[in-house]
């Protein structure tokens, strides 16, 4: 079976517990404003162009080729983190994603996810998988149509499955200025929250800056519909305000 990655990550600490390898998946369905992995949203290899010249971005591989390379590193890792799949959106490309897990050996996995993917995908890589990090963005439908380009309806169904399964998860949620960042919208999460079986910790991500520069290379164009000079709003209290386990990162 084989998948196209784009980037394998070694020593990443904030992809979940301890030291990590984070494999980054080509292709994803949504189109958020703020993304900064546009490299990351075409499905197929892509070609970037810069002034420092061109760069093949994705590779084909086997399940078998990538977990081969991250067993390499399980006597590091075993002990000490694990293996994050990461993206894009690595449900995108689920049954590969669920192969490599496969054939991974006593290696900690967690998922970073958007959580948009068909129910079956998802239960079954997260049903794998020993951590979830899952991302919410808008809870308004009609907002996260227009900042994302899709209906936030399955992302919803599958959090409630996730919440379901028995898989510890953890919610992230970045904080885009003027969009997700709002009192409105973090209220609106922690409610939301609240109501999941277990009341899953919280994270909210400071929104990155260096989401802009990569955007020319892809051949797209970096044009923010949002203030990104902006501070962050970074209120926990809503979370706090509901007992959550909130903490910014
Ligand atoms: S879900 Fe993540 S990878 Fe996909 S467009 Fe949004 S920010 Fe980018």
Redesign the pocket.
Known sequence: MTGVVFDIREWTVHDGPGLRTTVFLKG?P???A????PE??SPAPQVLRSASGERLVGRTCTSAELASILNRQAPLLRDNGGVTFS???PLLQAAFVADTIRRLEGLHVALDT?G?APEEDFRRVAGQSHLALF?LKLMDAQAHRRW?GLDNRPILRNLAVLAEMGTPFVIRVALIPGVTDTDENLRAIARHVCALPGRPPVELLPYNRAAGAKYAACGLEWRPPFDETAAPNANLQPFLDLNLNATLA
């Open positions: 994803c949504l189109r958020c703020w993304c900064h992995n990351g949203l993206g894009g959106e958007s948009y991302d994302t």
